[in-house]
């Protein structure tokens, strides 16, 4: 079988276990382009991405193969001074990782560079205790992002959605990530409360835990090495 037909293959056989109830976001960060290409030919068009100069160059190496209606999630942390460059690659439909109100902030003052269509994105919130890594933290965070989006004149970018990760350093691997699950649920509903016209969609699951994820009530799953790996 050629690239194209196995990586196809992986993807119906990821997407009949997600049924209808999630995106899949295939994510070929640190793949090479031809192995998006491959995947676009077997028919995917949702791609995940976590740098930015990364993505650029992908980005520009499938246009120049005529390729003009893919869909590209950044999902990695974005520094502030970036927010304009990925606003400006083509087909750019949803970031998964606002992890700070200064990140928030920086998103919608650089607004007018996004020349798609629909920009979503989602907030990444922190529901484990590993330090390194980015995210709101807490519900009361989230209530001072989502008091600053209402606030937002319409037109421009969206929230669509939470995202989270389970935790990546631990002996309970399954227990902490469905935790984590739960909690954004939690959370979700927590805001859904007090913002009842915003309705959040989430973004949960890599290759590790993307099932659980789906049990817990996931519309997003990103997965990598499940799709692009070897096996
Ligand atoms: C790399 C990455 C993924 C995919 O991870 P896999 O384990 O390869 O499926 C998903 N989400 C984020 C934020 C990532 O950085």
Redesign the pocket.
């Known amino acids: 079988m050629n690239r194209s037909g196995i990586l196809g293959a992986k993807i119906e056989r990821l997407k009949k276990e997600l049924g209808n109830n999630a995106t899949l976001v295939a994510?070929s960060?640190y793949h090479p382009a031809s192995d998006i290409i491959a995947a676009y030919e077997a028919g995917h068009r949702d791609f995940?991405e976590?740098r930015v100069q990364e993505l650029k160059e992908k980005s520009e190496k499938l246009k120049d193969e005529g390729i003009d209606d893919i869909c590209w999630h950044f999902?990695?942390h974005l520094q502030t001074n970036k927010v304009n460059h990925l606003l400006r690659i083509q087909n750019l439909r949803f970031i998964?990782?606002i992890d700070s109100m200064k990140l928030l902030m920086e998103l919608y003052r650089k607004k007018e560079y996004f020349e798609g269509e629909d920009l979503g994105y989602f907030l990444q919130v922190k529901t484990s205790d590993e330090e390194e890594k980015y995210g709101f933290q807490g519900i009361d965070s989230l209530r001072e992002a989502l008091n600053f989006i209402v606030e937002q004149p319409k037109g421009g970018p969206y929230l669509h959605g939470l995202m989270t990760?389970g935790k990546i350093r631990t002996d309970d691997f399954e227990g902490d990530a469905r935790a984590a699950f739960k909690k954004l649920v939690c959370i979700k509903q927590e805001l859904l409360r007090d913002y009842s016209t915003f309705d959040l969609a989430l973004s949960m699951g890599?290759?590790?835990d993307y099932k659980m994820a789906v049990s817990e009530g996931s519309d997003f799953v990103?997965?990598?090495?499940?799709i692009f790996?070897q096996d």
């Open positions: 994510v960060k995940g976590s999902i990695g998964h990782s990760m890599m290759s590790q990103r997965v990598g090495g499940a790996g």
